[in-house]
């Protein structure tokens, strides 16, 4: 059974609430890069590494390298002549039809630093040495999961794509028909990089906010009027944030690829209100995740719960705003 903001007092028979927390203050290793944050570094790397040549390759971590052929050390010494995004990896080609494919996972972070930088620390995977400068690739925590492959060829980059569709380039049909190729709840279908590719779990939330959209709507169940609000809101989120990133870190390389950002409206935003209706933004959680939603704006003032919890509650779950808010104060 997921945990959710909402807690079952045994003693006392009825729904507890805690307070209402702040918004969180988390880390830089809690949240995948998603497609605004991809497209922030390979805008950076464009005017860095676009036609300079790639000196040396350094791994620190043999859990980094998933692939045995090609080697790192058939990449040096070749030409940077493009770079792009595979889902949420940052691809870099090299002359030779080389590609170097980075995964970042959640905690992963890349660095501009100046030339043949000592690759010191734990946190420090890997180096590539350019003339003007070292890109190197941080993971924090014990964990790792970041990956680098290395593939040759127009297929190699596309074998490690999950096949989604890139919204800013589909239409309304080609959305639709992605979305509803399997019935799922709308979290679900828009971070199943099976269907729509590069969004994760805080764009999620942002798009169904601005959406005005349950996040447990079923996406074969949605009317026309509202396929048209959330293929509108998917795009104008990721263009809002992409637009926004690559504003903030201007000439510099981006170093605030964070999970949780004060301008965003409701994820990682629990407990604070929201900015459209002032109601307090509610959360889902379950596993290491969360969704975040405003019930005025998107349900309908219902209350969301999961399944698990919902079951044992019974008729003591809130359905509505005003039955959570008589509850917080008993």
Not at 145 to 158: D, M, Q
Not at 223 to 235: C, D, G, H, N, V
Not at 270 to 299: F, S, W
Request: net charge positive; proline share 6%; with cysteine.
């Amino acid at each position: 059974m997921g945990n959710l903001h909402l807690r079952f007092d045994e003693a006392r028979g009825v729904l507890a609430t805690p307070p209402a927390l702040p918004a969180r203050k988390c880390g830089h290793n809690t949240r995948v890069p998603e497609l605004p944050d991809i497209l922030a570094y390979t805008h950076a790397l464009e005017s860095r590494i676009l036609g300079q040549t790639l000196e040396r390759v350094r791994i620190a971590s043999p859990f980094l390298l998933r692939t045995t052929s090609p080697t790192p050390a058939e990449t040096e010494g070749r030409v940077v002549r493009e770079l792009k995004r595979v889902g949420k990896r940052i691809a870099i080609g090299v002359d030779g039809d080389l590609w170097l494919v980075l995964h970042l996972m959640i905690a992963g972070r890349l660095h501009w630093r100046p030339p043949k930088i000592k690759l010191a620390g734990r946190q420090n995977l890997a180096a590539f040495d350019f003339p003007n400068g070292t890109l190197t690739l941080t993971e924090a925590g014990s964990k790792r999961r970041a990956s680098l492959n290395i593939v040759a060829g127009e297929a190699g980059p596309r074998a490690l794509d999950s096949g989604g569709i890139d919204v800013l380039d589909a239409d309304l049909d080609a959305f639709r028909a992605a979305l509803t190729a399997e019935n799922h709840t709308l979290k679900r279908a828009l971070t199943d990089p099976r269907f729509v590719s590069g969004i994760g779990n805080a764009y999620s939330d942002e798009i169904l906010h601005a959406a005005q959209l349950s996040p447990l709507a079923q996406t074969q169940k949605l009317k026309p009027e509202e396929w048209q609000r959330l293929y509108q809101a998917t795009r104008d989120t990721l263009q809002l944030w992409v637009k926004r990133l690559e504003s903030e870190a201007g000439e510099r390389f981006p170093e605030k690829v964070t999970a949780f950002r004060e301008e965003m409206a409701v994820h990682g935003r629990y407990g604070q209100p929201c900015p459209v209706c002032g109601e307090k933004v509610l959360r889902i959680r379950y596993a290491d995740n969360e969704t975040n939603y405003c019930a005025r704006c998107q349900t309908g003032g219902k209350v969301l719960a999961d399944r698990g919890l919902s079951r044992l509650l019974g008729s003591d779950w809130p359905r509505t705003l005003e039955e959570l808010e008589e509850r917080r104060h008993r």
